[in-house]
């Protein structure tokens, strides 16, 4: 495939075959993964693979249930990692500087770069793939699953398996409303309405088409789907509970104050 082909393709797959995904290819999704760029070519990540069906299952426990990670043969999470850096530092005899917020964010940078590169090779072998958020939301539990040391963070995780669904494009919002001509093109309440209206449709009726999201929008109080956004999938509370969470978990490597 094309690569242009293979970006304008893309969706996100949730239904996989067991089959297994051969070595050369594996190796080959990797190496497109480690050939991104990266902040001073200091690759400021690790890749943690997991293929074991005791340790996958323990995975999707941790991601929420995600059928998904069962489903498909391979896990690779993306971790930021000055670990392996700060260690060669200290080797060298030359003093680390990185366990702060903003290597943090230069790490998690590199590590999702890192990981599109490795979705997209995937898909143009003709595997599917899907991001698992759910690696913020269980971050402690995957850090000490995976055995992670210091100066590291589970970042990503991307499932990766031979589809066995053939699910439509996902729609985007209008380009024009994401890119901007060499100053922010700042919306005023009618163009903001007019950007998520087509979104507002299918993104509803997308929700009611799923029997158990239907039963709970009817049931609640909520009324469209900018409140299916804020008041059932991503809620205040929640966000808060898991940004404290992390917070704790960066606080430990330096990676955040203690008092920030
Ligand atoms: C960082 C990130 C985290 C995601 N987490 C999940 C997830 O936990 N579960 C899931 O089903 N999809 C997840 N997705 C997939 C998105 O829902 C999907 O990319 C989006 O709906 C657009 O659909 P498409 O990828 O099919 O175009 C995630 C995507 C990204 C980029």
Redesign the pocket.
């Known amino acids: 495939m094309e690569t242009f082909d293979a970006l304008s393709r893309?969706?996100?797959?949730?239904k996989y075959k067991p089959d297994a995904i051969p070595q050369e290819h594996v190796d080959k999704i990797l190496h497109a993964a480690v050939r991104a760029s990266s902040s001073g070519n200091m690759q400021t990540y690790s890749i943690i693979v997991t293929r074991d069906e005791k340790r996958k299952a323990k995975l999707w426990e941790m991601?929420?249930k995600?059928d998904?990670i069962l489903q498909a043969p391979m896990l690779l999470t993306f971790v930021v990692d000055w670990n392996r850096m700060n260690h060669w530092c200290r080797v060298s005899d030359a003093e680390p500087g990185f366990d702060n917020f903003l290597s943090y964010l230069v790490g998690f940078a590199d590590a999702?770069i890192a990981a599109q590169n490795a979705a997209l090779a995937a898909e143009d072998m003709g595997y599917g793939i899907?991001?698992?958020?759910?690696?913020?939301?269980a971050a402690p539990r995957i850090a000490e699953f995976l055995d992670l040391p210091p100066s590291t963070f589970p970042a990503?995780?991307l499932v990766v398996g031979v589809p066995d669904e053939d699910?439509d494009?996902?729609a985007?919002l209008p380009i024009e409303s994401i890119v901007h001509d060499e100053t922010y093109q700042h919306f005023d309440d009618k163009r903001v309405a007019a950007t998520y209206q087509a979104r507002e449709t299918e993104g509803w009726n997308r929700y009611m088409s799923y029997p158990d999201m239907a039963k709970v929008i009817t049931e609640s109080d909520v009324r469209n789907l900018a409140e299916i956004y804020t008041k059932l999938k991503y809620t205040k509370s929640d966000n808060e509970e898991v940004s404290e969470e992390l917070r704790q978990l960066m606080v430990e490597p330096g990676f955040f104050p203690a008092d920030g």
Do not use: A, K
Not at 10 to 14: E, F, V
């Open positions: 893309h969706r996100s797959i949730r991601h929420y995600q998904m999702i899907c991001y698992m958020g759910t690696t913020l939301g990503t995780t699910p494009l996902r985007r």
